[in-house]
C-alpha cells in the first residue's frame, strides 16, 4: 500500500476518532466527575505523547519562557477549553455540544477582529458569521423549553466558553513560534492543562457516591487516552505529512456529524431535519469565515483549498509547524 494510502486512511480514522470522542465524553462524565475524568485523561495522553517527542527528538527547550507559554496555552486549550466541555457535556447532549465546539474557526477569526487593528471584516467573514451563528440557533428550534432549564444553560453557557477560551489560546499560541519539539511542547500543553484540572477538581467536582471503577467510566477513559489522543494524534501527524494541510483540516466538518450521528444512534440524542439544518449552516460558515480571512490575508489563492482550510485547525504547537510546511509548500509550488 502507498504512502498516499496509508495517509487517507489516517485522515478518515482522525475523521471518525475525534467525532466519537464527544460520545466517550459524555458517557464517562453521565457517572464520574467531569474535571477529575478530562484531568486523568489529558495528563496520561501529556505523559504518552511528551514522551513520544523526546524518544524522537531528543532536543527540548525547557526554559522558564518556554515553560510560562506552554502552561498558559494548556490552561487555555485543556484547562477552559477541553475541561468545560467535558464539564458541559453533563447537561449537554454530546452532539449539542460538538455542534457548538465546531464554531471555533469563526470565534478565533472574531477575536483576531477584535483585538487586532489590522484585521477588518469582509463580505465573505460577515456572511459566515451570520451563517453560522443561524445555524447555533436552529439546533434548540425542536426543543426551546430546554432553554428554560438552569442545568442546561449552564452546560451550554460552559460548552460557549469553552470555544472561546480554545480560540483565545489558540491565537495566543499563534503568537509565539516555538521551533524546538513541537511534538514534546504539545505534550506539555496536555500535562500541564491536565494538571491544573486536577488540582481543581476537589474544590468543584462531587465525590460523593462515586464509584471509581465504573465499567463504562474506565472504558470511556482508556478509549479517549489511546484512541481519541495518542493513536489519532499519530495518525494526524502522519497525514499532515504525506497530504496537502487543506485535505487534512477536511476533519473539521466531519467530526460534528460523526458526533451528532453517534449521539442519536447510541445515546437517543435528538436527531431532526432542524439538526441538519443546523450542522449545514455552521459548517458553512465556518468554511466561509475561514475563506474570508484567507483571502484577506492572501495566504494563497483564493481558488486553492488546498491551504485556505489550515484556520480550522486549532492552533497547537502541531498546527503551526503544519502552517509553516503550507507556507514553505506554497512557495515551492511557485518556484515550480
Known amino acids: 500500500m502507498s504512502k498516499s494510502a496509508k495517509a487517507y486512511i489516517a485522515l478518515l480514522y482522525i475523521c471518525i476518532a475525534w467525532g466519537t470522542t464527544y460520545l466517550a465524553?459524555?458517557?464517562?462524565?453521565?457517572?464520574?466527575?467531569?474535571?477529575?475524568?478530562?484531568?486523568?485523561?489529558?495528563?496520561?495522553?501529556?505523559?504518552?505523547?511528551?514522551?513520544?517527542?523526546?524518544?524522537?527528538?531528543?532536543?527540548?527547550?525547557?526554559?522558564?519562557?518556554?515553560l510560562r507559554h506552554q502552561a498558559l496555552v494548556g490552561f487555555l486549550l485543556i484547562t477552559m477549553g477541553n475541561g468545560l466541555v467535558t464539564?458541559?457535556?453533563?447537561?449537554?447532549?454530546?452532539?449539542?455540544?460538538?455542534?457548538?465546539?465546531?464554531?471555533?474557526?469563526?470565534?478565533?477569526?472574531l477575536f483576531n477582529l477584535i483585538t487586532s487593528k489590522t484585521e477588518k471584516l469582509n463580505g465573505f467573514i460577515v456572511a459566515g458569521m451570520l451563517v453560522g451563528f443561524a445555524g447555533v440557533g436552529l439546533i434548540f428550534r425542536d426543543d426551546l423549553s430546554a432553554l428554560t432549564n438552569p442545568a442546561y444553560l449552564a452546560g451550554l453557557l460552559a460548552t460557549f466558553v469553552a470555544t472561546?477560551?480554545?480560540?483565545?489560546?489558540?491565537?495566543?499560541?499563534?503568537?509565539?513560534?516555538?521551533?524546538?519539539?513541537?511534538?514534546?511542547?504539545?505534550?506539555?500543553?496536555?500535562?500541564?492543562?491536565?494538571?491544573?484540572?486536577?488540582?481543581?477538581?476537589?474544590?468543584?467536582?462531587?465525590?460523593?457516591?462515586?464509584?471509581?471503577?465504573?465499567?463504562?467510566?474506565?472504558?470511556?477513559?482508556?478509549?479517549?487516552?489511546l484512541f481519541g489522543s495518542v493513536l489519532a494524534y499519530s495518525a494526524y501527524m502522519f497525514a499532515l505529512k504525506e497530504l496537502p494541510v487543506g485535505i487534512v483540516t477536511l476533519y473539521a466538518y466531519v467530526n460534528p456529524l460523526v458526533a451528532v450521528v453517534l449521539g442519536y444512534f447510541i445515546l437517543n440524542?435528538?436527531?431532526t431535519g432542524f439538526t441538519v439544518l443546523a450542522f449545514c449552516g455552521i459548517v458553512t460558515g465556518v468554511y466561509l469565515v475561514n475563506f474570508g480571512y484567507r483571502r484577506q490575508h492572501k495566504v494563497s489563492s483564493p481558488t486553492?483549498?488546498?491551504?485556505?482550510?489550515?484556520?480550522?485547525?486549532?492552533?497547537?504547537?502541531l498546527t503551526r509547524t503544519a502552517e509553516t510546511h503550507a507556507h514553505h509548500e506554497t512557495n515551492d509550488n511557485d518556484s515550480r
Open 87 to 109: 464539564w458541559g457535556e453533563r447537561q449537554v447532549p454530546s452532539g449539542v455540544a460538538a455542534l457548538i465546539c465546531s464554531l471555533m474557526p469563526m470565534v478565533a477569526v
Open 269 to 271: 440524542e435528538a436527531f
Open 25 to 66: 465524553i459524555r458517557v464517562g462524565v453521565l457517572h464520574f466527575p467531569a474535571f477529575l475524568f478530562a484531568g486523568i485523561r489529558q495528563v496520561i495522553s501529556g505523559i504518552i505523547i511528551a514522551g513520544i517527542g523526546l524518544a524522537v527528538r531528543r532536543q527540548i527547550d525547557l526554559s522558564a519562557a518556554n
Open 164 to 225: 472561546s477560551s480554545w480560540a483565545v489560546g489558540s491565537v495566543v499560541n499563534k503568537k509565539r513560534v516555538v521551533q524546538i519539539n513541537p511534538v514534546f511542547n504539545a505534550g506539555l500543553q496536555l500535562l500541564f492543562g491536565g494538571s491544573f484540572l486536577l488540582i481543581a477538581s476537589p474544590f468543584t467536582d462531587p465525590y460523593t457516591g462515586v464509584d471509581f471503577l465504573q465499567h463504562d467510566v474506565l472504558w470511556s477513559l482508556l478509549y479517549l487516552i
Open 304 to 317: 486553492d483549498f488546498g491551504n485556505n482550510a489550515i484556520s480550522a485547525l486549532p492552533n497547537t504547537e
